[in-house]
RNA sequence: GCCUCCGUAGCUCAGGGGAUAGAGCGCCGGUUUCCGGUACCGAAGGUCGCAGGUUCGAAUCCUGCCGGGGGCACCA
């Protein structure tokens, strides 16, 4: 019996006792699982919360409520406790059906509907095409795709997105690095000074040995087109095996030739926000909320960086997102108002159709060294050298387990030496030890899924924890999606894999050598057949492998 | 100065108003006749930055302060 079906058996009682005169008004239960299993398996502190519309102190109120609900007969005990938590013992039956459960769904085992009918719009990592990602947009890697992952079991319709900045003045600083390194000159001052710069003029001149013929400026237009395709290439590669896949990568170029940006002006202009002053062109952000307004045209004639950002948020909500959800990096902060208050000028609401999740920096030591990351130095640690160093599983695991706000400090010595001692080690080699568990089933003969599964046979206590964990996973998820928290799905596959080897620990389950296959045995085998697939279910929310040995 | 995030065990961090504040690492001690010991169990370790407030109840919500990160462009 799942968390929701005891809930609105509690509902019920309650509404009950309104309609009785008892509660002067019903309110809403909210049940959790106790911390302590001493508490038993649901508690609810509705005793608590309705003794205000009650003459009846909290505890009698929770003896009235526990007295309807022993009557349930998927209640084996309901008691009352400190100041009034009802708590709730749910019989073996109707707890081990979760496991059935689980095996049935498969892969769908997790999803819900909380978010269905809505449909949002992720872009995450846009970064320049003028270098390799790095760690600072790693995070994001991880942290982006896991959560598109999420809002998808939640229901949702999800695009991810990556806006390319393919125009300005660091696009020509870019072409001119690289074409002073393919003549042998040094990289001019304020250019790009990677070590992959070289790589690329290297292959350009591989690939393209006539742009020498061409006069200067032309060159410059040449090696900056032909670094720009290789780079983005790259970049794409990257993320690849990395796992971290867009459905769109938007082009900024695109956003002026397509004409978005004069569609988005007019529709900004409609919306009555947008004055001319000193010249220029503004925005009057400050009625929703900015610090000061925010130029969109120039007083030399041209658009500025902002007025593209504009553009791009108009467009993506007209190709059909209800909200545009942007993860960016707590160095753009200072960006979520204006964003915002560009939503609201468009006509939008503010609150509803635009998201902006600031992310901390990630700071990277190496064996308790700070790794400094500089792009003008060249001092950088790419995101393809953190998946050489520790792989990706370790590296997507390790980023997504964190909630994004807090400062994330990790140590790539520690991650890659220490490897076995990782959480997603740990939650894997639960997946594994249980791969091997099932495959031993198999080479033993036991057909546990034609053979009558009992559940009132699991009644112990580990077997007990485990499926109270189980039952979770779908509200873990839908929790996750609403708060746009990925890292809680990774929270709760450790608890998972902590309960897992706890069972598998207490409870032997498959019959030894001098023993006879018993329907004990079989329905431990659904147990480890739902915990399996359930870890490899939450995994793939985060992108992890989920190995069958290791 | 203004905005914002953070402050929880020696270290790295979880804890969206509830009961005795948790995990991993590190440290100390245990557990195995056969299913993966990369596991499990136990011990030690805390003024949840400080002070008020709201609440039956605050690490959690509000205010102020202290300390730290980041941000405050007609840059891209």
Same mark, same amino acid.
């Given at each position: 019996?799942? +968390?929701?079906?005891?809930?609105?058996?509690?509902?019920?009682?309650?509404?009950?006792?309104?309609?009785?005169?008892?509660?002067t008004?019903t309110?809403?239960?909210?049940?959790?699982?106790?911390?302590?299993? %001493?508490?038993?398996?649901?508690?609810?502190?509705?005793?608590?919360?309705?003794?205000?519309? &009650?003459?009846?102190?909290?505890?009698?109120?929770?003896?009235?409520?526990?007295?309807r609900?022993?009557?349930?007969?998927?209640?084996?005990?309901?008691?009352?406790?400190?100041?009034?938590?009802?708590?709730?013992?749910?019989?073996?039956?109707?707890?081990? $059906?979760?496991a059935?459960?689980?095996?049935?769904?498969?892969?769908?085992?997790?999803?819900?509907?909380?978010?269905?009918?809505?449909?949002?719009?992720?872009?995450?990592? &846009?970064?320049?095409?003028?270098?390799?990602?790095?760690?600072?947009?790693?995070?994001?890697?991880?942290?982006?795709?896991? #959560?598109?992952?999420?809002?998808?079991?939640?229901?949702a319709?999800v *695009?991810?997105?990556?806006?390319?900045?393919?125009?300005?003045v !660091?696009?020509?600083?870019?072409?001119a690095?690289?074409?002073?390194?393919?003549h042998?000159?040094?990289?001019?001052?304020?250019?790009?000074?990677?070590?992959?710069?070289?790589?690329?003029?290297?292959?350009?001149?591989? #690939?393209?040995? $006539?742009?020498?013929?061409?006069?200067?400026?032309d !060159?410059?237009?040449?090696?900056?087109?032909?670094?720009?395709?290789?780079?983005?290439?790259?970049?794409?590669?990257?993320?690849? +095996?990395?796992?971290?896949?867009f459905?769109?990568w938007?082009?900024?170029?695109?956003l002026? @030739?397509?004409?978005?940006?004069?569609?988005?002006?007019s529709?900004?202009?409609?919306?009555?926000?947008?004055?001319s002053?000193?010249?220029?062109?503004?925005?009057?952000?400050? /009625?929703?909320?900015?610090?000061?307004?925010?130029?969109?045209?120039?007083?030399?004639?041209?658009? *500025?960086?902002?007025?593209?950002?504009?553009?791009?948020?108009?467009?993506?909500r007209?190709?059909?997102?209800?909200?545009?959800?942007?993860? #960016?990096?707590?160095?753009?902060?200072?960006?979520?108002?204006?964003?915002?208050?560009?939503?609201?000028?468009?006509?939008?609401?503010? %609150?509803?159709?635009?998201?902006?999740? +600031?992310?901390?920096?990630?700071?990277?030591?190496?064996?308790?060294?700070?790794?400094?990351?500089?792009k003008?130095?060249?001092?950088?640690? /790419?995101? @393809?050298?953190?998946?050489?160093?520790?792989?990706?599983?370790?590296?997507?695991?390790?980023?997504?387990?964190?909630?994004?706000?807090?400062?994330?400090?990790?140590?790539?010595? @520690?991650?890659?030496?220490?490897?076995?001692?990782n959480?997603?080690?740990?939650?894997?080699?639960?997946?594994?030890?249980?791969?091997?568990? =099932?495959?031993n089933?198999?080479?033993?003969?036991?057909?546990?899924?034609?053979?009558?599964?009992?559940?009132?046979?699991?009644?112990? %206590? !580990?077997?007990?924890? #485990?499926?109270?964990?189980l039952?979770?996973?779908?509200?873990?998820?839908? /929790?996750?999606?609403?708060?746009?928290?990925?890292?809680?799905?990774?929270?709760? =596959? $450790?608890?998972?894999?902590?309960?897992?080897?706890?069972?598998?620990?207490?409870?032997?389950?498959?019959?030894?050598?001098?023993?006879?296959l018993?329907?004990?045995h079989i329905?431990?085998?659904?147990?480890?057949?739902?915990?399996?697939q359930?870890?490899?279910?939450?995994?793939?929310?985060?992108?992890?492998?989920?190995?069958?040995k290791?």
């Amino acid at each position: 019996m799942a +968390i929701e079906d005891t809930r609105r058996a509690v509902q019920r009682v309650v509404d009950q006792l309104c309609e009785q005169g008892i509660l002067t008004a019903t309110v809403e239960v909210s049940l959790e699982r106790p911390k302590s299993r %001493d508490h038993g398996d649901y508690a609810t502190n509705v005793a608590l919360v309705a003794a205000k519309y &009650s003459t009846i102190p909290p505890r009698e109120l929770g003896n009235l409520i526990a007295e309807r609900l022993s009557l349930d007969p998927a209640f084996t005990e309901v008691t009352v406790a400190g100041p009034g938590f009802v708590n709730i013992k749910l019989s073996a039956r109707a707890q081990g $059906e979760i496991a059935q459960r689980a095996v049935e769904l498969g892969s769908a085992y997790g999803r819900n509907d909380t978010l269905t009918g809505k449909s949002f719009n992720i872009e995450f990592i &846009s970064a320049n095409p003028t270098g390799p990602l790095h760690l600072g947009h790693t995070r994001w890697a991880a942290v982006g795709d896991a #959560l598109a992952r999420v809002l998808a079991a939640a229901g949702a319709d999800v *695009t991810t997105e990556f806006y390319i900045n393919d125009r300005g003045v !660091q696009m020509d600083k870019f072409g001119a690095s690289v074409m002073a390194a393919s003549h042998g000159d040094s990289v001019p001052e304020d250019g790009y000074h990677g070590g992959y710069i070289l790589d690329l003029a290297a292959a350009i001149v591989r #690939l393209h040995p $006539e742009f020498a013929q061409l006069s200067l400026s032309d !060159q410059l237009v040449a090696y900056r087109e032909a670094a720009y395709a290789l780079q983005l290439q790259q970049q794409k590669d990257v993320l690849g +095996i990395f796992r971290t896949h867009f459905d769109v990568w938007y082009s900024e170029r695109r956003l002026y @030739e397509s004409g978005a940006v004069e569609r988005a002006q007019s529709r900004l202009e409609e919306q009555g926000h947008v004055y001319s002053s000193d010249g220029a062109l503004w925005l009057r952000t400050t /009625t929703f909320g900015d610090d000061k307004d925010r130029v969109l045209i120039k007083e030399n004639g041209e658009r *500025t960086y902002f007025a593209a950002d504009t553009a791009y948020y108009v467009d993506k909500r007209m190709r059909g997102c209800d909200t545009a959800i942007y993860l #960016l990096g707590a160095d753009h902060h200072g960006y979520v108002n204006r964003l915002r208050a560009v939503a609201a000028c468009a006509g939008d609401d503010m %609150d509803e159709n635009i998201e902006v999740l +600031i992310g901390q920096l990630v700071k990277i030591t190496r064996g308790g060294v700070e790794v400094k990351l500089s792009k003008r130095s060249g001092q950088i640690v /790419t995101l @393809e050298e953190l998946v050489e160093e520790v792989g990706v599983d370790a590296a997507r695991y390790t980023l997504a387990r964190y909630p994004v706000d807090t400062p994330l400090v990790v140590d790539l010595e @520690e991650i890659a030496r220490k490897a076995n001692d990782n959480p997603v080690f740990y939650v894997q080699y639960a997946h594994a030890r249980i791969s091997s568990v =099932l495959r031993n089933a198999r080479d033993l003969g036991v057909n546990w899924r034609e053979a009558e599964f009992q559940p009132e046979l699991l009644n112990s %206590d !580990q077997e007990n924890e #485990l499926l109270g964990v189980l039952e979770k996973f779908p509200a873990v998820i839908a /929790t996750a999606a609403e708060l746009r928290e990925p890292h809680r799905v990774a929270r709760y =596959l $450790e608890e998972l894999a902590t309960a897992y080897h706890r069972f598998y620990d207490a409870c032997r389950v498959l019959p030894r050598s001098d023993e006879e296959l018993s329907e004990s045995h079989i329905a431990r085998l659904w147990v480890c057949a739902a915990a399996q697939q359930t870890l490899s279910n939450g995994l793939d929310l985060l992108g992890v492998s989920a190995p069958e040995k290791m």
